[in-house]
């Protein structure tokens, strides 16, 4: 079946840094774009960005470009989205969704505090 | 910028049917399509309706999805509504770039 896995909760401090898996399973990797979605606590739903799979192009958010980089590992069918110079509004909920929409990963919490 | 509108919440009784819209304020979302997602507490969001108003595997056959060009709305409706359908519902479709723009999400209570 098909499966979107990502790794676990992050604390980080202000201005740092962040990276985020999600390793799929129970598909062929590479058919499909890997979506990048995030919720800050008690909001909605916001689009960060896309990234091919099998050529790695990817497109982000206007409001995202230049501090968002998504990435990919077709070997170990896993895409990657680093976020850079992390701020207190960052702190949210990152999810990884098959393009389509119709598969999910569990969500990554990231909460940035000093 | 493409916006979806949604209500806030909605409310209605267990048995019962509700409707949850969806507006866009430019576009055809009918060409676009448009998707739903249910989020219960405290986990990630599930698909419950692809474009072209497409039942996913396993959702039942309570949920239907209907655009209206005319008002560049979509509408998603839960019948025999049960308490296990409580939960927020968002709509999701495409820009004129492709990219994924997401509604604010309504809260449906079963009471």
């Known amino acids: 079946q098909v499966q979107l896995v990502q790794s676990g909760a992050e604390v980080q401090k202000p201005g740092a840094s962040v990276r985020i898996s999600c390793k799929a399973s129970?598909?062929?990797?590479?058919?499909?774009?890997i979506h990048w979605v995030r919720q800050a606590p008690g909001q909605g739903l916001e689009w960060l960005g896309c990234?091919?799979?099998?050529?790695?192009?990817?497109e982000y958010a206007q409001k995202f470009q230049g501090w968002v980089t998504m990435t990919r590992d077709t070997s170990i069918s896993t895409a990657y989205m680093e976020v850079k110079r992390l701020r207190s509004d960052d702190t949210a909920v990152y999810y990884c969704?098959?393009?389509?929409?119709?598969?999910w990963g569990q969500g990554t919490l990231v909460t940035v505090s000093s | 910028n493409f916006m979806l509108t949604q209500p806030h919440s909605v409310s209605e009784s267990p048995g019962k049917t509700v409707t949850i819209s969806c507006t866009g304020n430019s576009g055809n979302i009918a060409r676009s399509g448009v998707q739903w997602h249910q989020q219960r507490p405290g986990s990630a969001p599930t698909i419950v309706m692809s474009?072209?108003?497409?039942?996913p595997s396993g959702v039942p056959n309570r949920f239907s999805g209907t655009i209206d060009s005319s008002s560049n709305s979509a509408f998603l409706t839960i019948s025999g509504l049960r308490t296990e359908d409580e939960a927020d519902y968002y709509c999701?479709?495409?820009?004129?770039?492709?990219?994924?723009?997401f509604g604010g999400g309504t809260k449906l209570t079963v009471l």
């Open positions: 129970g598909y062929t990797f590479t058919s499909y774009y």
């Open positions: 999701q479709s495409f820009d004129s770039s492709d990219q994924w723009v």
């Open positions: 990234i091919n799979s099998k050529s790695g192009g990817a």
């Open positions: 969704a098959r393009g389509g929409a119709d598969f």
């Open positions: 474009e072209d108003n497409l039942r």
